[in-house]
Structure formats: C-alpha cells, structure tokens
C-alpha cells in the first residue's frame, strides 16, 4: 500500500438486505509490517484502533481478535494494489453468508467527524400547529431501520401520532395517543408493533427540535437510537407509493432478458 500515513479506505457491501459500513485507515506501514485501525458502524459496532498488521502478497493480516464484537468474525483483508482498494470479508452471525465490503481509497476523517456526539436537550414542548414531522435513520453493521413521527395534534401534555418505519421490521402505527412528562413522549402503541420489537423510549429534544427514538429488536442484539431531524409532512400517496402490476402477458421471446 502506500507509504505515506495515514491512508484511508471506505466502502459498504450488503446481502440479503443487510448492510456493512467498513472503514480501514492505515496508520503507518513499512517492510511487510504495519498499524491499522478498522472500524464498522452499526448494530455491533466494530472499533480496533491502532492494531498491528503484516502483509504477504496480497492478504493483510491484523491483530484484532481482542477487539471484535463475540458475533463477528473477521475472515480476510486484501489490499488490490492494481485498484488501491482493501477488500475487507467478514461473517456475522446474524447473516447466513459472509460479506466483502470492496473498500476505495477515501479521505481520512477527523475523530470528530467519525463518531459525531449525538444531543438531546431541552424539554420544551414541541410545535404547537399540526401536523409536525420528524424522519430519520439509524443502524449499520447490516441492518438499518429508517423511522418516522408524525406528531397530529398536541396540547397540555397529551396528543396524537403517527410512528413509521421501514428496514429491519415494518412498523405501522396510526393515530396512536401519547403523553409527554419532560423529554420524554410515551405513545400507547403496543398493539401496533411487530412481535419482535419493543419501543424503548421515545424523546423531544426541543433545543435541536428533534425526536430521539429507540427500538429494541430480537434480531439486534443492541437497542437502535434514531434522531428524527424535522421534515415537511408527506402526503399518504407519498409515504405509500402505489405498485402496479398490470397485465398477463408472455415476456419477450428473445433471450437472455
């Protein structure tokens, strides 16, 4: 690899619906030998700061087995010389195949910007005019869960929303009544969540006037916080595209289609 330092790359691969975010930065490297971190953001978070590493042919060889989540295993990194590339291939235990991020040469990020603080303060009440909207995303390692609030009506302590979400379960809630003590919101959705999740906890963050949620999943072995940053209200042919098949039709005759 280059011998300049730090050299970084980045790159995601998914399977089966399931996405990895993976990052490699190179700290130095020398005669065959070298430092690396290796980090992946999501569910189980992947951190191996300044691990040692040596290389033969293609195949690096890091020293990360004290710092691996107990559910993934690392089974190859190979840096493609001829596309300065890292091919990272790991297995985790929640995904039936292994997974190769190809990883491309990225500029390197600050600490800040790697893992940015995540705020919550302020428990004024939200926006008082309706509907309010909030959307977001939160997940990696594989498995995302993009969610949504839309707050109806609010009024002294009690009010009426709608909570979404697409990725790992589909969640559905509508028109479901909540209160709110403080930061924290507490909806009366327990019949409207799939079997396999459990709402956490819901919070207004009113100084960044956004919405923290977590959900627990049964397939995620660690609660997902979403920050629902303030959005405009879609309509419902918005939020529920329309998919048409039509027709009975033969498929074309030429092949391969």
Not at 115 to 143: F, H, I, W
Not at 176 to 182: N, Y
Not at 196 to 211: A, N, T
């Amino acid at each position: 690899p280059p011998q300049e330092a730090p050299v970084c790359y980045e790159g995601s691969a998914g399977a089966l619906g399931l996405k990895e975010d993976i990052s490699v930065k190179l700290l130095k490297y020398a005669s065959g030998q070298g430092t690396m971190d290796l980090t992946g953001k999501g569910i189980e978070a992947i951190s191996c700061s300044g691990k040692s590493f040596t290389k033969s042919g293609q195949e690096i060889s890091p020293d990360i087995k004290d710092c691996l989540p107990s559910l993934i295993k690392l089974k190859k990194v190979e840096y493609c010389s001829d596309q300065d590339e890292v091919a990272v291939t790991v297995a985790d235990s929640k995904v039936p195949l292994p997974i190769t991020a190809m990883l491309k040469r990225a500029d390197c990020k600050t600490e800040s910007e790697e893992m940015p603080a995540v705020k919550c303060t302020g428990s004024a009440d939200p926006p008082q005019e309706a509907p309010v909207c909030y959307e977001g995303s939160a997940g990696a390692l594989g498995l995302k869960e993009d969610i949504s609030v839309k707050l109806l009506k609010y009024a002294s302590g009690q009010g009426t929303m709608d909570l979404t979400g697409k990725g790992i379960e589909a969640i559905s809630c509508s028109g479901k009544s909540f209160t709110k003590s403080g930061q924290e919101i507490s909806p009366d959705i327990k019949d409207c969540l799939p079997s396999l999740i459990k709402l956490k906890k819901v919070e207004y963050c009113s100084d960044q006037d956004e919405v923290a949620v977590t959900v627990a999943d049964s397939k995620v072995p660690l609660p997902i916080t979403a920050m629902l940053k303030r959005a405009d209200c879609k309509t419902e042919s918005e939020e529920m595209p329309a998919v048409k098949c039509t027709g009975s039709a033969d498929p074309p005759q030429e092949a391969p289609v």
